[in-house]
DNA sequence: TGTTAGCACTCTTTGGCTTTGAGTGCTAAC
DNA sequence: GTTAGCACTCAAAGCCAAAGAGTGCTAACA
């Protein structure tokens, strides 16, 4: 697809798109030819820009102005120009650092992956949980703390547990709380949340007669914990870096942005579309999420044990410092994935 | 302090607000004579303008403008004229349904609250969950799985339960596992996690000799959880809503804002500080939160069993439909406050 | 045939200027 | 104490000219 262009439309598109990072404004074949070592005058590349701009790859925004990338010059430039960014022993020190204060929870770590992102690019950091396929929980225990209540355990296949605390308004014994898990470990395993219907909690109670009346509130409680934990989440962080870009200093550019941060359902299915292993970039209308008008994003998912357990990434303007941003992402992701996935040392930390 | 007002100041300050807040232009005499039936003309009425500006209740922004109010004298409103806002029968219903759809946790309910306070009032809405006091550990319980993998749960005092899922590197039983769990119940309650000391831990290790080697990464989850939950976290909702006003027309005051979200921390301690059971408003630069320039904050604690457990609010311009907002606020953190403690009735949902 | 210099042309940006209009403060009359 | 009248102030809007940047085209050149 790019092969038609000549080595020096190469270099003359690669260099208006790096000053074009640089500076945010539009690129004038003057400055070209001085600044980038071109070897040839200002109207050579004036023919080279007209031709690079009837291919699509370069904008004018108006007659008296230099040329602007088009969403497929950026493309071009992030497919085949784009260097990778070597980053300084500093700066790798610096994410190593911080990702060394290693939080257990996944939640958590793509929390803070969305800040680190952030403040290591100056974008904006965004950070997903996917929406997961509708869990089953494999085993409940229960946790007896007095005579009105107790604790229930969750738990599901992947290793995860969670918990609630029932109040009850009856007392409730022992012997009585092993009878409801055992019944709930018999009956209530394995099932979808849509398979929790009245037939089984009638079932349920009569497995424990002596306390049917605590089914409802507990089925209940297991029905919420199984599909809160279907819903993904979106953590956004450094929203206010982004002002700091002329492209966002028109007030109605900044709510299309934010805008579309409400709408995390898109960014969550957008991410959850693609799931290799390599960094991804969307520019600007490329992807279904339309509302992105001149921004871009790059992400890269977060796997453990193979299953996509989320995505880390920044939002800004097309015009952005791709190498950089780029080379971050991916040494962020890399150092979560090896938290996640430990080498099989003496002994795993727990996750 | 406000006796000093005449009826007919009072009048002509609260219409001058009134409008101000409608349009969000500055408030002339001749608009005020027309619309607002003053009984009196023009210059009358400038008069008396002339005397609440000297008083501070009134600014101008240049001298050929109308009146502005003052910092003090949205306080003034807040405090004596504003009428509640008498919401129809649909709005209300409207708040209760949002709020059946009943969230178990507290965070749910917080994040949630937040959305709701935004969408009902169209400015930005907050939820914010404190810095709880330290945190300690009252009981601990561990679940088998299998031979290298346990789940271990902790109980706070509150009832609360956390759990973390622990991957081995080397096998154990269950007769080791109930061992630790006992070791744990043993020396490692009650205690603040400043007091997880390296002496603690030995001794942790000579109870449970034959699987010493699983007490680091035991202990080091135990103080995870204890330093997590001691976080406070605020949650931050329709951002996008405050665009609309011309307030933040400019993208410097949105980027105050913004960074203020960033700074959660100030949001936290300045919500923390008071914890009455009525709505607080703080207008302008009355708060420590100096970032809050031309923003009015409105809001209201949670409570649960007497104990502070979150706060919601709305952040919006000075300029803010005080009435509205503290009648939505109001309505929504009772609507929570019920939910979170229930009547004593047969049977207490969970928490 | 590809490259370059020169030049006219276009179009935005900037600054200064005036006009407009809203709103005030003051004074004098009621 | 209230009101009408009037001069005054000042931001906002509109207008115009000058400046400047960058282009496209043409003609000369290697």
Partial sequence: MYRDLSERKKKILGAIINAHIQFGEPVGSKYLSQNEDMSCSPATIRNEMAELEA????????????????????????????ERYSMTTKEIEEIDRSLQRKLSEVDQILSEASKLASSFTNYTGIAVKPRLPRTVISRYESIYIDGRSFVLVMLFPDGQAKTKTMHLGFPISRVELSQ???????????????????????ELERAVPSISSIISPVAKAIYETMTDSDGGDVKIDGVDNLLDYPEYSDVSSVRHLLGMFDRKDEILSLISAKDDDKVNVYIGKENSVDIMNNSALVYRTIKRDGNVVGAIG????????????????ERLASGIDSMLNPKDDDLKGER
Same sequence: chains 1, 2.
């Fill in 314 to 329: 920044v939002i800004g303007p097309c015009r952005m410092d791709y190498s950089k941003v780029i080379s971050t992402i």
């Fill in 180 to 202: 409801l898990t055992d019944a709930l470990n018999d009956k209530m395993t394995g099932i979808t949340s849509d398979r929790i219907t009245f037939t089984l909690l009638s």
């Fill in 55 to 82: 291919l699509g790859y370069l904008e004018q925004p108006h007659t008296s102005a230099g040329r602007v990338p088009s969403e497929l010059g950026y493309r071009f430039y992030v497919d085949s120009l784009v």
